[in-house]
């Protein structure tokens, strides 16, 4: 499956953005969506994952309250919407991917697909 990530840009601090992955070539929903996001200088992070149905959301501590996963199966279309974004959420986004059933991981290693990324900056 192929993934494309897009939705990124340049917000206020306390400002919302909606990130999207675009996935085409696979049976999307057969497959646990996560985002991860790289700020400069840093590895690469878990954000938030959810399930192949759109359950069992599970967020990072950091973003947890102000971020929500989900997903449209209909439309091949998973969602990142990021409300009350600070600067330290200023980071390249990139959604993945893998087939799994089960609880999605946490672990970018465990995720078999990835996009482009996407950049959001949060200016203070």
């Known amino acids: 499956v192929q993934l494309q990530a897009s939705g990124g840009g340049l917000v206020q601090a306390g400002g919302s953005l909606r990130l999207s992955c675009a996935a085409s070539?696979?049976?999307?929903?057969?497959?646990?969506i996560g985002w991860f996001r790289q700020a400069p200088g840093k590895g690469r992070e878990f954000v938030t994952a959810?399930?192949?149905?759109?359950?069992?959301?599970y967020y990072a501590a950091s973003v947890k309250g102000r971020f929500t996963i989900s997903r449209d199966n209909a439309k091949n279309t998973g969602f990142l919407q990021m409300n009350s974004l600070k600067p330290e959420d200023t980071a390249v986004y990139y959604c993945?991917?893998?087939?799994?059933?089960?609880?999605?991981?946490?672990?970018?290693?465990?995720?078999?697909?990835w996009g482009q990324g996407t950049e959001v900056t949060v200016s203070s």
């Open positions: 959810i399930t192949y149905s759109g359950g069992a959301p």
């Open positions: 993945a991917a893998y087939p799994t059933r089960g609880v999605p991981s946490t672990t970018s290693s465990r995720y078999n697909y």
């Open positions: 070539g696979g049976t999307f929903s057969n497959y646990a």
